[in-house]
């Protein structure tokens, strides 16, 4: 009998000290977060000492990019390790997600791990391969948000929408047997549109210099889809909606989010915009004057916001320190996309140009990655699940199309991929064409539909803000090459959409 009982001890010291053995999983992911604004990348502009945090003690990404660079899509390709064309989820404004396909999170969860994803998920109501969720309808919003939590139950929670994540999330870890193995994602809002920030962080931005960049007035010369977006600063941003600025107080508290607002909120709120709103009225300012107002506000109330949610991020990041789980737990900031930050003269995303394909990431982890390392392997948001998967020894899916960088992390690889490819399908909002593309690095070549057919190619190397359009100058064997490496992607992921039209002739 004693024999017995010691061996069903034995067995059950082992198990626990197997799931010991697996790592942690924190994954972060912010809304719209440009890599322009983080310290960790070089910005003199934003605050970001948190995300820093992370940067100085593991991996800094400068070459991370995303497969289509919009919300939804994208949160859908991090949990499939599927390109958007086989996850199902293309676009924000047609598309349903399955939820029942396979997730990296249901792999976890068969091997011991416990599961949870807070905060925003954009991909519908019933979130599934979760423990635990609590997920904000839809978009969410940035004060006294609601949450849909399990069997469709929802919940309004008094506060503003960074503080609350965190507070889930770091609640639900209180909850854990520390003995199991976890995978926790947290999903931020911030920072996107309408950029409202928590109001004690109101005028942390407003005195800094911010430049024009050098390319805010751009003509899009050779470039047919760059020209007939709506996501410029100086035509298409909104004094009222986006910078604040409404003609009246009833206008303002009518909003969606000043609605929500309580009486303590609200009165800060107007304390704060209401003098910038009369001071812009007694200028009278019009054309260039007007365009470089909007993009002043539109950095401040950007960076503002982004404050409430690096704070935030540091109460994870210490809240793993108080508890003796930093060494075993690997922490993976990004955000959804890139962000155009007055590049072209734009806010929002959707283009292959770099600012909008590129991603910020960086990770930490102890256990495997060297402190301050900085990487140039070329890696995409549909590669986490497999590299997580890896690290938690867990056999990829024969669907899943990612490929871990575990190597990339470790220095063993410093290239990653040889090629990205990018499909970007919304046909709505802010008018940018449907298209898709390879990039080598060096060289990236675009096919663009719909709205605009026709074929865009940059050199990087000479032209790295991508003003000129070469595809019909360029020397005719590097259009053949890239052409080749664009069709070979599109057979590799099996985009038979994409296939077709490159087939076609314009």
């Known amino acids: 009998m004693k024999k017995t009982a010691l061996l069903i001890v034995l067995c059950v010291a082992k198990v626990l000290a197997f799931a010991q053995q697996k790592p942690n999983i924190v994954i972060i992911i912010s809304d719209d977060h440009s890599y322009q604004t983080i310290g960790a990348y070089g910005s003199t502009l934003g605050h970001t000492p948190n995300i820093d945090r992370i940067a100085t003690a593991g991996i800094r990404f400068n070459k991370a990019y995303v497969t289509n660079s919009i919300c939804g899509p994208s949160r859908a390709t991090l949990l499939t390790g599927k390109y958007s064309h086989k996850n199902g989820f293309k676009d924000n404004e047609t598309s349903n997600f399955d939820h029942s396909q396979d997730l990296f999170v249901k792999d976890l969860q068969k091997v011991g791990y416990k599961t949870a994803w807070i905060g925003k998920q954009h991909l519908g109501n019933e979130p599934q391969g979760f423990d635990y969720f609590s997920v ?45 193995p976890f995978c926790l994602v947290i999903g931020h809002k911030a920072t996107h549109r309408t950029w409202m920030p928590d109001p004690q962080d109101f005028g942390k931005n407003d005195e800094k210099e911010f430049p024009l960049p050098a390319n805010f007035y751009d003509d899009y010369e050779g470039r047919l889809s760059a020209g007939g977006q709506e996501m410029s600063i100086d035509k298409d941003m909104q004094m009222g909606y986006d910078l604040k600025m409404y003609n009246s107080v009833a206008a303002m508290k009518k909003e969606g989010n000043f609605s929500r607002m309580n009486d303590d909120q609200w009165r800060k709120y107007l304390a704060y915009y209401k003098p910038i709103k009369e001071q812009l009225d007694m200028k009278q300012l019009s054309g260039k004057a007007l365009a470089e107002w909007k993009y002043r506000r539109y950095m401040i109330d950007y960076l503002n916001t982004a404050e409430s949610m690096d704070r935030n991020i540091g109460r994870v990041l210490d809240y793993l320190k108080e508890h003796d789980l930093e060494k075993n737990t690997i922490v993976i900031y990004l955000s959804d996309q890139g962000f155009y930050m007055g590049e072209h003269g734009w806010f929002d995303k959707r283009f292959m140009y770099e600012e909008s394909f590129r991603t910020p990431m960086i990770a930490k982890f102890p256990e495997m990655i060297a402190k301050g390392t900085v990487s140039d392997a070329q890696i995409m948001n549909v590669d986490i699940a497999p590299t997580l998967l890896q690290l938690a020894g867990v056999k990829k899916p024969q669907e899943m199309q990612g490929q871990s960088f575990v190597d990339v992390l470790t220095g063993k690889d410093k290239r990653g991929r040889q090629n990205l490819y990018y499909h970007y399908y919304e046909n709505g909002e802010h008018a940018v064409s449907p298209h898709f593309g390879v990039s080598d690095g060096h060289y990236k070549l675009i096919r663009f539909y719909k709205r605009v057919n026709s074929w865009e190619l940059y050199d990087l190397i000479q032209d790295p803000s991508e003003m000129k359009n070469i595809y019909t100058t360029a020397p005719a064997k590097i259009v053949k090459d890239l052409k080749k490496k664009l069709k070979r992607e599109i057979m590799k992921v099996e985009d038979h959409d994409a296939l077709t039209i490159f087939n076609k002739k314009l």
């Open 136 to 180: 904000l309808v839809g978009q969410g919003h940035y004060f006294n948000p609601t949450f849909v939590n399990a069997n469709n139950q929802r919940e309004t929670v008094n506060g503003y929408v960074s503080d609350i994540v965190t507070d889930k999330a770091t609640h639900w870890l209180d909850s854990l047997d520390k003995s199991n």
